[in-house]
C-alpha cells in the first residue's frame, strides 16, 4: 500500500504564492504517474497537473498552466506545485494522486490508485 499526505495550503491573498507538498510513503517505488487535483464546494475534482515518474513528462490544466509548476523528487518520494499568481478561483481543496507502476499521465481521476486526503487552499480577494 501506498500512502499520500499532503502539506502548504492555507489562506493567501490574490497575487500570492503557496507550494504543496505530497510525501509518499509505504510501497513508494511502485509509483508510477503522480497527479493534482482540486475540488471546489459544491464542484467535481477537476484535474490540475500530473507527471511522469521520470518527470519528463508533464501535463497542465489550461486554467493553471503558466502559473503552476509541478515537479517531483523521487528521492524524496515527493512531488510539489508551486502555484504563484493565485486568483480567488483557485480556491480548492487540492489532492494529491498516484499511480500503481502504470506510469501514464493521467487528466482523469479515474487513472490513479492512491490519493491523499488534501490540504485546503484559499485565495481571498
Known amino acids: 500500500q501506498v500512502q499520500l499526505v499532503e502539506s502548504g495550503g492555507g489562506l493567501v491573498q490574490a497575487g500570492g504564492s503557496l507550494r504543496l507538498s505530497c510525501a509518499a510513503s509505504?510501497?513508494?517505488?511502485?509509483?508510477?504517474?503522480m497527479g493534482w487535483f482540486r475540488q471546489a464546494p459544491g464542484k467535481e475534482r477537476e484535474f490540475v497537473a500530473a507527471?511522469?515518474?521520470?518527470?519528463?513528462?508533464?501535463y497542465y490544466a489550461d486554467s493553471v498552466k503558466g502559473r503552476f509548476t509541478c515537479s517531483r523528487d523521487n528521492a524524496k518520494n515527493t512531488v510539489y506545485l508551486q502555484m504563484n499568481s493565485l486568483i480567488p478561483e483557485d480556491t480548492a481543496v487540492y489532492y494529491c494522486?498516484?499511480?500503481?507502476?502504470?506510469?501514464?499521465?493521467?487528466?482523469?481521476?479515474?487513472?490513479?490508485?492512491?490519493w491523499g486526503q488534501g490540504t485546503q487552499v484559499t485565495v481571498s480577494s
Open positions: 494522486a498516484a499511480d500503481r507502476l502504470r506510469n501514464r499521465v493521467d487528466i482523469t481521476t479515474s487513472g490513479y490508485d492512491y
Open positions: 507527471i511522469s515518474r521520470s518527470g519528463s513528462i508533464i
Open positions: 509505504g510501497l513508494a517505488f511502485s509509483i508510477g504517474a
